[in-house]
């Protein structure tokens, strides 16, 4: 089994645990743009279009996607003990947080200032997402056809309104169809 792993000395089982805790810690509003510059930016475990396509297959996955991607880092260097250190390494830390907070706020809780944190978080974690997007389309910028999926989609979120399920249905048997008319094209 160890032959089909992408093994490197640096992605031990400790450092999956710690980099998946530090993106759960630090992933407020949205994990997506920590895992991103985790595992692209700063450990280069994946490259810019590797972690575009693993967030494609995990977004797709039933569960949460940052679930997904931890379980997926984790089995791909480590295996099933790596996909479950990750996981545990997302999870735990921001549960204990969110236990903690969750028993002060019944406590004390003060609506007024809770609501106006609440939105900070809230506009902080958009721009994080907006940016984030923006970077991962960067690879893809030079073609046509990865663009034109990419606005399809957020004209069906932003401008439809469709829910995402309804549009990945709608658009994921289109782009493989096309992907296989361009591939057949190419040969």
């Known amino acids: 089994m160890m032959d089909t792993l992408n093994s490197r000395a640096d992605v031990t089982l400790g450092a999956l645990f710690l980099e998946f805790a530090k993106i759960g810690l630090c992933g407020i509003g949205s994990m997506l743009a920590w895992a991103h510059r985790v595992i692209v930016d700063e450990r280069h475990w994946m490259g810019e279009a590797e972690f575009a396509e693993t967030l494609s297959l995990c977004q797709f996955l039933p569960g949460p996607e940052n679930a997904n991607i931890s379980i997926y880092v984790g089995a791909k260097f480590r295996g099933p003990v790596g996909a479950l250190v990750a996981l545990l390494g997302l999870t735990a830390a921001p549960l204990a947080v969110g236990l903690v907070l969750g028993t002060l706020y019944?406590?004390?809780?003060?609506?007024?200032?809770?609501?106006?944190?609440?939105g900070g978080i809230s506009a902080a974690a958009a721009g994080l997402l907006i940016a984030t997007g923006i970077k991962m389309l960067m690879p893809h910028r030079r073609r046509a056809a990865a663009l034109f999926f990419a606005a399809l989609a957020f004209a069906g979120?932003?401008?439809a309104k469709l829910p995402l399920l309804t549009?990945?249905?709608?658009?994921v048997p289109l782009s493989?169809?096309?992907?296989?008319?361009?591939?057949?094209?190419?040969e």
């Open 167 to 171: 549009v990945l249905v709608g658009l």
């Open 157 to 159: 979120i932003i401008f």
């Open 176 to 186: 493989i169809a096309l992907a296989g008319v361009m591939s057949l094209r190419a």
């Open 106 to 118: 019944l406590r004390y809780p003060h609506p007024a200032v809770i609501q106006k944190v609440l």
